[in-house]
């Protein structure tokens, strides 16, 4: 098993800038690909980034040059820098993580962007 724990989320204004946070805990060694996806209010919910274990990254084509993933291997973290951020990207903003043999989900944490 993989515990996620989002951290970070809160309300910004259109604009400002948000870093989230995910810890991972549990069976760590046996994660591979991490990264972030979001739901807003009804509708699905819809990959933001990803990064593999080696750093590769890839991202949502509507929102690459705003939002940044990177990850720490050493403390088993991701992070998501997001810039400039508009009321569209208001969303619960979900961590992912993947292992040869499952995927699990954190909890989820709310940004609400003001316009």
């Known amino acids: 098993q993989v515990q996620l724990v989002e951290s970070g989320g809160g309300l910004v204004q259109a604009g400002g800038s948000q870093r989230l946070s995910c810890a991972a805990s549990g069976l760590i060694l046996s994660i591979n690909t991490m990264g972030w996806y979001r739901q807003a209010p009804g509708k699905q919910r819809d990959v933001v980034a990803t990064?593999?274990?080696?750093?590769?990254?890839n991202y949502a084509d509507s929102l690459k040059g705003r939002f940044t993933i990177s990850r720490d291997n050493r403390e088993y973290m991701i992070y998501l820098q997001m810039n400039d951020l508009e009321p569209e990207d208001t969303a619960v903003y979900f961590c992912?993580?993947?292992?040869?043999?499952?995927?699990?989900w954190g909890q989820g944490t709310q940004v609400t962007v003001s316009s």
């Open positions: 990064i593999t274990e080696g750093g590769t990254t």
């Open positions: 992912y993580a993947e292992t040869a043999m499952d995927h699990y």
